[in-house]
């Protein structure tokens, strides 16, 4: 790499399913003025569908190609500064897993399966919940995950005590400090 171009600074949040991404992430918007890439939106608005009909008419791995190429989008030297809200599949894949982490600050949103469960429990726009038992499911997928977050992760916060305010006062204190010890 070109040694005169400064790396980028943009902080991404990754989490599981209804751990408070969004909400955090329009904090930080608001907060720091940078542009807001929440990818769900973002993949609805290329493609005219929502999530869950991506999943059902093209199937995951579609939609799972369309993260990685966002991604790679978002990989882009002029716009080095924003907010990534990410789906909380995303780290599944090694490859996003290293742009996640050449993007900037990566914070991974934590939270116990008890507080996901309660926080997707009305949500019927969240295909890989649309099953018999959604909390097996978020137990399964969680075991799978958490391992992925952690790699992928500089920063893991617990959000069940915090609100969005607090999440975000402490999120931006720690990516400063990180970014100014870059080398
Ligand atoms: C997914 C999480 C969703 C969305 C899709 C798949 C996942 O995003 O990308 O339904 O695999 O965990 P949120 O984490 O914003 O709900």
Redesign the pocket.
């Known amino acids: 790499m070109d040694s005169s171009i400064t790396p980028p600074e943009n902080i991404i949040l990754i ?4 751990c408070g ?2 909400t955090v992430a329009r904090e930080l918007h608001l907060r720091l003025g940078y542009p807001l890439v929440d ?2 939106h973002a993949i609805e608005k290329q493609t005219g569908k929502s ?1 869950t009909q991506i ?1 059902a008419e093209e199937g995951e791995p579609v ?1 799972r190609d369309m ?1 990685a190429s966002l991604l790679k989008s978002l990989m882009d030297p002029d716009a080095p500064h924003r907010i990534i ?6 780290v ?1 894949r090694a490859e996003n897993r290293t742009m996640l982490r050449s993007l900037g600050y990566v914070v991974w949103l934590d939270a116990p399966a008890s507080v996901i469960i309660e926080h997707t429990r009305k949500t019927r ?4 919940l649309l099953t018999d038992n959604p909390e097996e499911r978020i137990a399964q ?1 969680m075991e799978e995950r958490r391992p992925l977050y952690q790699v992928t992760s500089h920063l893991r916060i617990d959000t069940s005590e915090l609100d969005c305010h607090e999440l975000a006062t402490g999120i931006l204190e720690s990516a400063r400090y990180f970014f100014s010890k870059r080398p």
């Open positions: 989490g599981f399913m209804g991404k969004t990818m769900d999530i999943f939609f993260e809200s990410t789906g909380g599949g995303v599944g726009n969240r295909p890989l997928l």
